[in-house]
């Protein structure tokens, strides 16, 4: 079957470094998705990775290993408005989105 | 970025009437649009998926006869729960795509249904 892996909840301090990872196995591959989503709101999207590597864009990166069925999403100098869930979704040969349940980001000042 | 709009933000319904939401991209053409619905504290649960001008394919485990999808138009797309009950309170939630080689889905803001 399909399936995304993150973890449920994570906590960090203002200004410090974080990655959330997410594994997948999907029916065939087509790119990973990170979306950001507040409270009460829409998700927003953050990347896009389809081939190997580090995808960096301003404080916020993401990185894609096929092979291992894995990503991460890398947030630099946290803000207290990072707090959110993360979404990790993973396109498959159909090209429909596999969603995980999303991480939820605490940041602590 | 593209924009996507969705009307109501919020709705609060008796049990047993109808509910119509619209999901309109302001910007673009969708040739896709996406109904999710969302529970608290978990994840996106794709309803349906339909493209303009044809009918949409639903999910396993999602009525057809009780959510009713309609794309009328490469900017519109309706999401109407019939005979709603307080079980069908949720965050629904519309997503776009342009088509051809981007994937990236649009969300509007969603649509939180209280059913009473």
């Known amino acids: 079957g399909q399936n995304i892996d993150q973890p449920t909840e994570m906590t960090a301090t203002e200004g410090a470094i974080v990655q959330i990872n997410c594994t997948y196995q999907?029916?065939?591959?087509?790119?990973l998705f990170w979306y950001q989503q507040h409270a009460g709101e829409a998700p927003t999207f953050l990347s896009y990775?389809?081939l190997d590597g580090l995808e960096e864009k301003g404080r916020f990166s993401s990185f894609l290993s096929r092979s291992k069925g894995y990503s991460y999403l890398l947030l630099k100098e946290l803000q207290m408005k990072d707090s959110a869930s993360y979404l990790c979704?993973?396109?498959?040969?159909?090209?429909?989105?596999?969603w995980g349940a999303g991480t939820k980001l605490i940041i602590k000042p | 970025g593209a924009v996507v709009s969705q009307h109501p933000s919020r709705v609060i319904c008796k049990s047993g009437t109808s509910v119509k939401i619209e999901c309109r991209s302001l910007?673009?053409?969708?040739?896709?649009m996406f109904w999710y619905r969302q529970f608290p504290k978990q994840s996106l649960m794709l309803m349906a998926t339909?493209?303009?001008?044809?009918?949409?394919?639903?999910e396993q485990g999602v009525e057809k006869d009780k959510f009713l999808i309609n794309h009328a138009s490469l900017t519109l797309s309706t999401l109407t729960v019939t005979s709603a009950h307080p079980e069908d309170s949720s965050f629904y939630i519309c997503?776009?795509?342009?088509?051809?080689?981007?994937?990236?889905?649009?969300f509007g803001p969603g649509t939180r249904l209280t059913v009473t």
């Open positions: 997503s776009a795509r342009f088509g051809g080689e981007s994937y990236e889905q649009y």
């Open positions: 910007d673009f053409q969708a040739t896709t």
């Open positions: 339909s493209n303009e001008g044809s009918k949409a394919t639903y």
């Open positions: 999907t029916s065939g591959f087509n790119g």
């Open positions: 990775n389809v």
């Open positions: 979704a993973a396109m498959d040969s159909n090209y429909q989105l596999i």
